[in-house]
């Protein structure tokens, strides 16, 4: 077994700035001064809608979290085994 490479979408521009992200995962999840979306650590523009990136296996659990704790369900996450 390689190393999971997984992968996480947000879809940012929907963002409601309601912070339940960076509550279930603060380590990859934080609250940008700027507009008051969440900004996933690392993350780059893929086109105009989506901000891309990568998180460990051991950030899995929280980032699932996160991803159902989001009220208008933009955060995705592929590419793990289940
Ligand atoms: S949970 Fe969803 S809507 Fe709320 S801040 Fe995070 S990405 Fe934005």
Redesign the pocket.
């Known amino acids: 077994m390689g190393t999971n490479k997984i992968t996480v979408s ?1 879809k ?1 521009n ?9 509550m279930a995962a603060p380590d990859q ?1 934080s ?1 940008s001064e700027e507009d008051g ?2 900004t996933l650590k690392g993350a780059q523009w893929k086109g105009e809608e989506f901000m891309v990136g990568e998180i460990d296996e051991d950030a899995l659990e929280a980032n699932k979290e ?1 991803a159902d ?4 369900q ?2 995705k996450i592929s590419g793990y085994n289940n």
Do not use: Q
């Open positions: 947000h940012r929907d963002c409601i700035g309601c912070g339940a992200c960076t999840w609250m979306k969440a996160a704790s989001c009220p208008v933009i955060i």
